[in-house]
Antibody
C-alpha cells in the first residue's frame, strides 16, 4: 500500500524557517512527481510546489516562489520542503501528495503536518 | 493563472438523492480536470481524473463529465459516507489550481 508520512511542522515566528519531510513507501518513488499542497484553517486546497521524479524539474506557486524550495532524496524515498521567510499567511496544514504533472493528478495524500507562523 | 469556480459552495441533500456539482474554468482546459473528496479532519481522496475517468476503487455512483470550461461531478444516489467537501482541480497548466470546494451536507 502507498503510504506518505509528513513530519517537521510546528510553531515558528514570522521570518523564520522550517523544513518539512515526507517519507514515502509502497511505490517506486523515483518514477513519480511529488507535490506539496496546503490548506489554511477552514479554507480550501492550494497547490504549493511540485518536483519531477528525477528531481531535475521543480515548480512553485507564485505565493511561495523565492521563499520555499522543494527537493527529494530518491535513495531515501523522501520528499522535502524548505520554507524560509515564513509569513502568517503560510499557516496551514501541509500535505505531501503523489503526482503533480506526471501523473496529472494527486492520487495519494499523506495526513498532513501543521505549520503555524505566529509571534 | 487558471481560476476554477465551483457551484454551489454548499448544498443540503438526503440519502438517495442525485446531486450535481459544477466546476468552471476561466479558460479552456480540455479534459484536464480532476475531482477530490475531503471529509472533516482527513486528507483529500482522489475520485476522478481526466474529467470522467473513475479512479480504481471509487464507487460507480460517482461520475464526471465535461470538457473545455464546464465540468460536472454527479453522485447518482447519495450515501451517508458521501457527505463531505468536493474539490475540482485543473492539471492543464501551471500553476495547478483547485476550485473553492462544495460542501455536501445532510438535509
Amino acid at each position: 500500500d502507498v503510504q506518505l508520512l509528513e513530519s517537521g511542522g510546528g510553531l515558528v515566528q514570522p521570518g523564520g524557517s522550517l523544513r518539512l519531510s515526507c517519507a514515502a513507501s509502497g511505490f517506486t518513488f523515483s518514477s513519480y512527481d511529488m507535490s506539496w499542497v496546503r490548506q489554511a484553517p477552514g479554507k480550501g486546497l492550494e497547490w504549493v510546489s511540485a518536483i519531477s521524479g528525477s528531481g531535475g524539474s521543480t515548480y512553485y506557486a507564485d505565493s511561495v516562489k523565492g521563499r520555499f524550495t522543494i527537493s527529494r532524496d530518491n535513495s531515501k524515498n523522501t520528499l522535502y520542503l524548505q520554507m524560509n521567510s515564513l509569513r502568517a499567511e503560510d499557516t496551514a496544514l501541509y500535505y505531501c501528495a503523489k503526482g503533480g504533472y506526471a501523473p496529472l493528478y494527486f492520487d495519494y495524500w499523506g495526513q498532513g503536518t501543521l505549520v503555524t507562523v505566529s509571534s | 493563472d487558471i481560476q476554477m469556480t465551483q457551484s454551489p459552495s454548499s448544498l443540503s441533500a438526503s440519502v438517495g438523492d442525485r446531486i450535481t456539482i459544477s466546476c468552471r474554468a476561466s479558460q479552456s482546459i480540455s479534459s484536464y480536470l480532476n475531482w477530490y473528496q475531503q471529509k472533516p479532519g482527513k486528507a483529500p481522496k482522489f475520485l476522478i481524473y481526466a474529467a470522467s475517468s473513475l479512479q480504481s476503487g471509487v464507487p460507480s455512483r460517482f461520475s464526471g463529465s465535461g470538457s473545455g470550461t464546464d465540468f460536472t461531478l454527479t453522485i447518482s444516489s447519495l450515501q451517508p459516507e458521501d457527505f463531505a467537501t468536493y474539490y475540482c482541480q485543473q492539471s492543464y497548466s501551471a500553476p495547478l489550481t483547485f476550485g473553492g470546494g462544495t460542501k455536501v451536507e445532510i438535509k
